[in-house]
């Protein structure tokens, strides 16, 4: 347990609105990801951080985007939620030994 | 390009019987790979990872993988399951020290009594 904490757990939202999630973590980690994950694809790579105001794009990019102003948060923010974007988040954090410890996710929905 | 593929979406056993999860990948370049394993409503969590060194893994709950470079495989494996085994497993691979996990699309262990 890498002290990721990740906010709101759960989420309804209406399409057209903003919505912004929230991953922190405990234990001083550079490397801060976000992914999504969907029945039947896995897990997706949204966008990720390498640093304090370092981040880029991932696979899944289109409609997000992210911003990270201290090392400890990770902001995830969905410029104008559509339906697609219904999903799971989890957010990860990473050392760079390679192994990467994942938050409890956040469950949206797109109405 | 790289990418995973993991073999069966779903694998049904009894319990105290052995398991094997698939997972083969591409890439034209050496990788590192790593299963993860997601109990239901939870996040991932690292089961094994193979960087280098030895081709056969051991990871935590009794699971081990085995690289296999010419099959470009790695397939995980348990002699005896659990009930508690239950969960969906990711295959995930890197490129060397570059680049970010790509996952395959997961594997539904389903352990029965």
Known sequence: DA???QSPRHKVTETGTPVTLRCHQTENHRYMYWYRQDPGHGLRLIHYSYGVKDTDKGEVSDGYSVSRSKTEDFLLT????????TSVYFCATETG???QYFGPGTRLTVT | AQSVTQLDSQ????????VELRCNYSS????????????PNQGLQLLLKYLSGSTLVKGINGFEAEF???????????????ISDTAEYFCAVIRGSQGNLIFGKGTKLSVKP
């Open chain 1, 97 to 99: 030994t390679d192994e």
């Open chain 2, 11 to 18: 694998v049904p056993v009894f319990e105290e019987a052995p």
């Open chain 2, 28 to 39: 034209s370049v050496s990788v590192y790979l790593f299963w993860y394993v997601q109990y």
């Open chain 2, 68 to 82: 296999n470079k010419s099959q470009t495989s790695f397939h995980l494996r348990k002699p005896s399951v659990h």
């Open chain 1, 3 to 5: 002290g990721i904490t």
């Open chain 1, 78 to 85: 969905l410029e104008s939620a559509t339906s697609s974007q």
